[in-house]
Nanobody, 126 residues
Framework: QVQLVESGGGLVQAGGSLRLSCVAS????????LGWFRQAPGKEREFVAAINRNGASTLYTESVKGRFTVSRDNSKNTMFLQMNSLKPEDSAVYYC???????????????????WGQGTQVTVSS
């Protein structure tokens, strides 16, 4: 059974930083492309960042470019999201997602991810 577990969320002041982690119980972790998504209250879940299978290629939504960095450690079955210069509008539940794929490109599409974590809350105070 595939399990993704996020951690690292919390309450931080605007301008601060947080580092999210996503640990996956996946065989052949390096065969999965990974993504981060977020959902704020009353809003649809949206794409944040994605990384391909070997970590060489990444994508970001425009609003987080230059502030967030996605990375992965395939030896530890873990993906990270380093979030700097946080803003109140970054407040949301953050989810990690995994897609087993032969395509070594990151994906922004939620429908392509078939494995999801339970989420971790990030709250940024102004």
């Amino acid at each position: 059974q595939v399990q993704l577990v996020e951690s690292g969320g919390g309450l931080v002041q605007a301008g601060g930083s947080l580092r999210l982690s996503c640990v996956a119980s996946l065989r052949s972790f390096s065969s999965y492309r990974l993504g981060w998504f977020r959902q704020a209250p009353g809003k649809e879940r949206e794409f944040v960042a994605a990384i391909n299978r070997n970590g060489a290629s990444t994508l970001y939504t425009e609003s987080v470019k230059g502030r967030f960095t996605v990375s992965r450690d395939n030896s530890k079955n873990t993906m990270f999201l380093q979030m700097n210069s946080l803003k109140p509008e970054d407040s949301a539940v953050y989810y990690c997602a995994a897609d087993f794929s032969v395509i070594n490109l990151p994906s922004t599409s939620q429908t392509e991810y078939h494995n999801w974590g339970q989420g971790t809350q990030v709250t940024v105070s102004s």
